[in-house]
């Protein structure tokens, strides 16, 4: 698809984190090097965004080249913070690209998700799912109705809703010195183990031979929220896979993943996702199809 000359923009607020997303499209291919010239065989390159340029690479490759040297990213997500000068030359076409910046930058999570973007190229893996989404929303784009526009918000939703969990931990986990490190894996394991049912806080410090503050602060330097706050975030990404792969009725999925009433499971849901459990599994349902 061409670019197009207006770039629609959406508003999404997931795990708490508001979002404006402007839809671009797919990569051009390199044509005009007007802004590009070499210097003892360096490239060197004026392009640049105030906003973070998100790409995803679904099939082919994406060459990234910036002032201090070029990476080639195959089959993944690529973050590109604001004013690093770059230009890109994807191979075939299966990259995808938006825009996206953070509606309130003086919030506590979005400071420390944009300092740990702000290092550098940001990159990890995508995932089916991932690509899935950012192929019907680019779809959606060439449509330019009223229906195409509410299915974009919702797919900008679950695409961005995965980032921002990505972004979480991977930030904090850099604080975490090599001692505490030893600690994470059974401590992820008897959470994975256990979400559904009551998970205190003393009982993962008896597990590791630690205080409950000193476990309480590994937790939070690793995943950057608290352990009710981590539980919580475990039993909704189990009630995402029982919404995308059962016909499970609400109430029953809030009370396999335990988490209180139907009404209590609905409230928390939309508030991290942006939309409605029976919202979420027919969008995942209508992209699939």
Partial sequence: MKLQKTKPT??????????NVIRVGTTPKLKDSSNIHL?????????????????FIT????EIVTERGSA??????????????HYTI??????????????NATDRNVKGIG???????????????????????????????SKSEKDSELLAALIFSDIIAKLMPDKSSKALNRGEAKYIGAIETYINDNFCERVKLSDIANLVSLS?????????????????????????????????????KIGEIASRVNLGSEN???????????????KYRMQYRNTKK
């Fill in 59 to 62: 099939k082919g490759k994406l």
């Fill in 115 to 145: 300092d740990f973007l702000n290092e550098g190229i940001f990159e990890t893996d995508l995932s089916d799912d991932i690509e899935y989404f950012i192929g019907a929303i680019v779809r959606r784009n060439d449509q330019n109705t």
């Fill in 264 to 278: 209590y499971f609905y409230t928390l849901f939309k508030k991290n996702f942006g939309m409605s459990p029976l």
């Fill in 212 to 248: 409950t503050r000193h476990a309480s602060r590994i937790i939070e330097r690793e995943y950057g929220c608290s352990l009710s706050q981590l539980v919580i975030r475990k039993k909704l990404a189990s009630a995402q896979m029982l919404l995308k792969n059962t016909d499970m």
């Fill in 10 to 19: 959406i508003s999404i607020t997931v795990s708490g984190v508001k979002l």
């Fill in 72 to 85: 080639i990213y195959e089959r993944k997500i690529v973050i590109i913070p604001p004013r690093i000068a």
């Fill in 39 to 55: 210097e003892n065989e360096r490239i060197r390159v004026a392009h640049s965004h105030f906003t973070y340029e998100v790409f």
């Fill in 90 to 103: 994807p191979e075939g076409d299966g990259c995808y690209c938006l825009l996206f910046s953070f509606e």
